[in-house]
């Protein structure tokens, strides 16, 4: 599993080992209107963790059409580096369900359920050389989340599969910077602000259409997604506290909403003041 990406990462777990799971919630707005609302969860015990996400849509978005999508990562931590067992997603949209189901030999194979299949989405399958030796989305996420808890620096480039495509998650540091309160966020001061670039390998769709609402319909063009992270919940390593990005409808922007165990200092919890 990318060997020689991931910092040591032994010392984090034993710190995380015995603390409750944290729970946070987040809304994302995009075009200024509300479009999801997110739950996360992360929990780290010995070896072991185990991440989850839930969005649905919300808001305006919710009332032109739903949708909704649960994914969650298990796998272990094995030295310097994250190594995921298994990884699921279901959603649905309009109806329709879209499923993968990802699991992890021991040598870096991975076996895949898609639904519907690649070929019906116009795209061609990853080849399994290709799916070797990466991690899924959520884990790749993880990965970055401890690392700067490590150290302190964003700059790392991680393979990812996440069952139709194969793409680099490539990190890079922008740093320290100063998120202003906001009556959308429980955040606000110092935070490590991380870039984060795409770059398609295999498995992409021939045509640009089908993207989601909030992505630009073709890969290739999406722009950098802006993540800003800091130490909010008690025992783990620094979360997302704000996130933009751009889509074919407008800005994309994510607020920490709440989150569950908080840190020390942010236990009480400053009353968040108007702006954006």
Not at 10 to 32: D, I
Not at 57 to 72: K, V
Not at 128 to 140: F, K, S
Not at 202 to 218: D, E, I, T, V
Request: proline share 9%; glycine share 8%; hydrophobic share 35%.
């Amino acid at each position: 599993m990318a060997a020689g990406l991931s910092l040591p990462l032994l010392a984090l777990s034993t710190l995380v080992a015995s603390a409750e799971p944290v729970k946070a919630t987040y809304r994302v707005f995009v075009g200024g209107v509300t479009a999801l609302d997110v739950d996360a969860m992360l929990d780290v015990a010995g070896d072991r963790y185990r991440i989850a996400v839930s969005a649905v849509t919300g808001g305006t978005i919710d009332r032109l059409f739903n949708w909704r999508s649960d994914s969650q990562s298990d796998g272990y931590v094995h030295g310097d580096d994250l190594r995921p067992a298994s990884h699921r997603q279901t959603s649905l949209l309009r109806g329709e369900p879209r499923n993968v189901t990802l699991t992890y030999g021991p040598q870096g194979d991975v076996s895949t359920s898609v639904t519907p299949p690649p070929e019906k989405d116009d795209r061609e399958p990853v080849p399994p050389a290709l799916q070797r030796d990466t991690l899924d989305p959520l884990t790749a996420v993880l990965d970055l989340l401890f690392a700067v808890g490590a150290s302190q620096n964003c700059n790392r480039s991680l393979p990812v599969f996440d069952g139709r495509r194969r793409y680099d998650m490539v990190f890079s540091e922008v740093g320290r910077r100063i998120v202003d309160p906001s009556r959308y966020s429980i955040f606000s001061g110092v935070a490590q602000q991380c870039r984060v670039t795409y770059k398609p390998v295999a498995g992409y769709a021939r045509s640009s259409s089908g993207g989601r609402f909030w992505q630009r319909s073709n890969p290739a063009d999406r722009p950098p997604v802006d993540l800003w992270l800091a130490p909010v919940a008690a025992g783990y390593p620094p979360l997302p506290v704000r996130l933009e990005t751009d889509s074919d409808f407008g800005s994309v922007v994510v607020h920490l909403t709440g989150v569950t165990p908080p840190a020390a200092d942010r236990r009480a919890g400053a009353s968040p003041q108007p702006g954006r």
